[in-house]
């Protein structure tokens, strides 16, 4: 694993889609819900897998035309990390915030 590093706003909004959903995401998904550009989304979900805060995978879904998506979701590391961090940007007590699945 690699660590993070600097944590910007990109960051921060990826980490809130993902902390709300109750499913993993694709990467087209979290470029609309974030309205950040794709060349700040892709590498972002790259680096947030290398620290371990991610995972990632190929959707098999036969039925749906059109190309495979890669779908993300968050670790329990990831998880614990992306609502210490959302509440501090936020400027909240990490004990505000809604409690994750550990």
């Known amino acids: 694993m690699e660590p993070l590093g600097r944590i910007g706003r990109a960051t921060v909004d990826v980490l809130a889609v993902l902390l709300e959903s109750d499913r993993p995401r694709w990467g087209l998904e979290l470029i609309k819900l ?6 700040s989304v892709y590498p972002l979900l790259d680096r947030l897998e290398r620290a371990g805060w991610v995972t990632s995978e190929w959707d098999d879904d036969s039925d749906r035309r059109g190309p495979r998506r890669r779908t993300y979701a968050l670790t329990p590391e990831g ?3 992306a609502v210490r ?11 505000t915030r809604p409690e994750v699945a550990r």
């Open 34 to 39: 974030t309205g950040r550009p794709s060349g």
């Open 79 to 81: 998880a614990r990390e």
């Open 85 to 95: 961090v959302c509440a501090r940007k936020a400027g909240l007590a990490p004990s």
